[in-house]
């Protein structure tokens, strides 16, 4: 069985148009505060970082962390909130991609408590979050089917514009959002290649260890037909960047699953399209985390 059709997905694949909300002109990129509707029709605003110099360029959808912030989400990636190293819009715009920063369901301004990038209480945070998962479970859906449509959309919304090459795109996250680039990467052949950080462990791992899963990958009969293993295997052979640490309990057995499933990247000259980053430490980023994560997709733009 597909997982795309184990979780349900709709295929998006038309023009999307969108509204601009704000522009700001900085030295390599313009950025645009801009929303489009979801395919269940709410709105999801985003960051569109344009460079400045002639396309068309490669594209990367990024999706942002979690780490218990739900006020942060589009703005982290964007560099404006948050932690500076999660700011991989400006970077990889710097670099000549045209980046697409979406809120996932959930966060910043796509709460239904509060918006903006100010806190709520975090009662108030987490249960709009967790009513979200529980409220689809009940009706036999998921969050983790939410999410990925949602990223059609956004994938689709940059396959189409003029200044994107559409045989040039790509999906990056850290954590929550590298989880998200995972999934996504698996049930859509559109993406060329993917990054995810902080992300690459099985359900078994996590549920021996008692590792708690994030509420998207709370999906109801998943594991007897998927683990990460299959997840990762199905992306194959395309370009992937798996980044994980010894120490991070959301990446504990990354070089165990790479492994298993690295003959599947194996290219005609022997080489891989499969690289794992393995550092030490624990689940945050780290300035050289960025650097491998920056300087990855500088290599694969050149492509």
Not at 164 to 179: A, D, F, M, P
Request: net charge negative.
């Amino acid at each position: 069985m597909q997982l795309s059709k184990f979780l349900k997905l709709n295929e998006h694949s038309k023009a999307v148009d969108f509204e601009v909300l704000e522009e700001t002109t900085l030295s390599k990129f313009r950025r645009q505060l801009i929303r489009y509707r979801s395919q269940d029709s709410d709105w999801i605003p985003a960051y569109l970082f344009i460079p400045l110099s002639a396309g068309p360029h490669p594209g990367v959808l990024i999706h942002h962390q979690h780490n218990g912030e739900r006020h942060l989400g589009k703005s982290e990636v964007a560099g404006i909130a948050g932690n500076p190293l999660q700011a991989f819009g400006p970077s990889l715009a710097d670099l000549g991609y045209v980046v697409l920063a979406p809120d996932s369901i959930c966060f910043e301004d796509r709460r239904p408590n509060k918006k903006g990038i100010e806190a709520d209480t975090w009662d108030n945070d987490w249960l709009q979050h967790f009513n979200e998962m529980t409220f689809r479970l009940v009706k036999g859906d998921s969050l983790m089917r939410k999410v990925l449509d949602d990223a059609g959309v956004g994938l689709s919304l940059l396959e189409n514009l003029e200044s994107v090459s559409s045989n040039q795109i790509g999906v990056l996250g850290h954590s929550y959002g590298g989880n998200t680039a995972l999934f996504q990467a698996a049930t859509d052949d559109r993406i060329r290649f993917v990054c995810s950080s902080g992300a690459l462990c099985s359900y078994k791992q996590k549920m021996e260890v008692g590792t708690g899963l994030e509420m998207a990958l709370a999906i109801p009969g998943l594991l007897p037909y998927f683990d990460f293993d299959q997840i990762l295997g199905a992306i194959a052979p395309r370009d992937v960047l798996i980044v994980s640490a010894e120490q991070d309990k959301y990446s504990k057995d990354a070089d165990t699953i790479c492994s298993s499933v690295e003959k599947l990247f194996v290219r005609p000259d022997g080489s891989s399209s499969l690289n794992h980053f393995r550092d030490s430490g624990d689940h945050p980023l780290t300035e050289e985390r960025h650097s491998v994560i920056t300087d990855w997709f500088k290599m694969v733009a050149r492509k």
